[in-house]
Each structure stands twice: as C-alpha cells, then as structure tokens.
C-alpha cells in the first residue's frame, strides 16, 4: 500500500518536472504551434485532515486533463486562509508546546503574574498526562480549523473557471473537461480574429 502511494508520488513529480522543464512536455507541444503554454492552477485547502483526500482528486483530475490536453501544463498550489487565520494558527502552535512545557515541569505561570492557580491548572497538575494530551489535541482541532478553508479553485492561464467556495462542491470529472473544452474553443476562436488597432 505505501509503496504504490510512493510510486504515484514519484510519478507525479517526474510528469511535473518534465512539464516544467524548458522545452519539455506541454511547453513544447504549445510552442509547436506557435501558441503561449496553457496553464491550469488548482489551487486546493490545506489541513492535516484533507490533504489526503484532496490529493487524490487533484490526482485523478491531473491524470484525465494530462490525457486529454497535453499541452496544459498542470500547478497544484495550497489555497491559504485569511492572514488572521494563519495568524491564529501559528500562535496555538506555539502557545501549545509553551503549555505542555509547563504542565510537565510543574511552573505555575499565574504565580508570575500574582494571582491564584485556577482549579484547572490544579487537576492538570494531578493529571499532566491527560492534560497534555487534552491541550494537544484541543489545540490541533482550532489550528486545523482556522487552515482548511474548504476551498478548490480552478483557474486556466489565471482566469477562474470553478470555485468550490461558491458553487459548495468539487466540479465532476465531465463538468471540468466540458469546462476545459468550452474555454479552449474559445481561446482558439479569440486568437483566430485579426487584432485591429483602435
């Protein structure tokens, strides 16, 4: 089971290195035939508890689109949170290790600053195993909630084609190549018509 994720993994990072590398893959299909590369950015939430998921959806789309466009070249990218979230985040991460860190040496912060240790800090105390693990857990939940951001957005050469934050679910696999479809019909008719100048 771990060895075939590694494979697709590799896999997948040797098809985006060819497509990356100058005059390999989608790059050179598009300079063929003298048309700029198309460029397809999905961009996906974060969080330890989707990534999983996530990832083999933009799997799975990468391989159909890779089949049926060739010359698209394909970026995966994490969709970030508000800064305040991020913010957030970052804090509880730190503040979490600061917390464990006391509650396993036994210092009573609250007797820095002069005022009584609550009855919780006591139980945690009595209880350090349990209360690390409480503080641990309790701090992943918020950090996981204040990154996922839910969000899946699609664009084509930096023009938004589906967002998962406004229509609420991942776009199937025939409405995306029906998407893809309708967009490069109409990049291959706009860049068919003669350009006047005004």
Known sequence: MRAAGLRRMLLLL???ALAAAPGGGGTAAAEQGGLPAKKLRMAYATGPLLKFQIW???EEYMRVISQ???DIRI???NYLPQPIYRHIASFLSVFKLVLIGLIIVGK????????????????GQENKVYACMMVF???NMIENQCMS???FEITL???PVWSKLESGHLPSMQQLVQILDNEMKLNVHMESMPHHRS
């Not at 009573?108 to 139980?123: E, L």
């Open 68 to 70: 049926r466009y060739p």
């Open 149 to 151: 951001t839910g969000a």
């Open 157 to 159: 050469n930096d023009v």
């Open 137 to 139: 857990f309790l701090s």
């Open 14 to 16: 040797l098809l985006a």
């Open 56 to 58: 083999r959806v933009f």
């Open 108 to 123: 009573d912060p609250f007797a820095f600053f002069g005022m009584q240790a609550p009855s919780i800090w006591q139980w």
């Open 75 to 77: 970026e995966g990218e």
